[in-house]
């Protein structure tokens, strides 16, 4: 089964970066699609960026367009979202989930994802 684990996040001021790790175990294949999405209390969970085990082609939602930056090693098994010039709206708990449904494309929409990380928690202060 996949397994995935978050890191990487903290407190930060406005204007700073934070790069986040998502640490996987159990992919069978490369057929996998990573996302990742974040989610503030009381909101629904938002996608944001995704990314393709198998080629490495990547998505981002409008959100995440120009200052985010999706990743992945070379082993294949470490995706990273590098996160540029934060705002206190970016403040939320950070997931990353993968889906074996590559069929569905990148878009990152939460139903589409079976396995999910934890979280780790941003803060932007401002």
């Known amino acids: 089964e996949v397994q995935l684990v978050e890191s990487g996040g903290g407190l930060v001021q406005t204007g700073g970066s934070l790069r986040l790790s998502c640490a996987a175990t159990?992919?069978?294949?490369?057929?996998?699609?990573i996302g990742w999405f974040r989610q503030v209390p009381g909101k629904e969970r938002e996608g944001l960026s995704a990314?393709?085990?198998?080629?490495?082609?990547?998505y981002y939602r409008d959100a995440a367009k120009g200052r985010f930056t999706i990743s992945i090693d070379n082993a294949k098994n470490t995706v990273f979202l590098q996160m540029n010039r934060l705002k206190p709206e970016d403040t939320a708990v950070y997931f990353c989930?993968?889906?074996?449904?590559?069929?569905?494309?990148?878009?990152?929409?939460?139903?589409?994802?079976?396995?999910w990380g934890r979280g780790t928690q941003v803060t932007v202060s401002s």
């Open positions: 989930a993968a889906t074996p449904l590559i069929r569905l494309g990148l878009n990152p929409i939460p139903g589409y994802y079976e396995y």
């Open positions: 159990g992919f069978t294949g490369d057929d996998y699609t």
């Open positions: 990314i393709s085990r198998n080629n490495g082609s990547t």
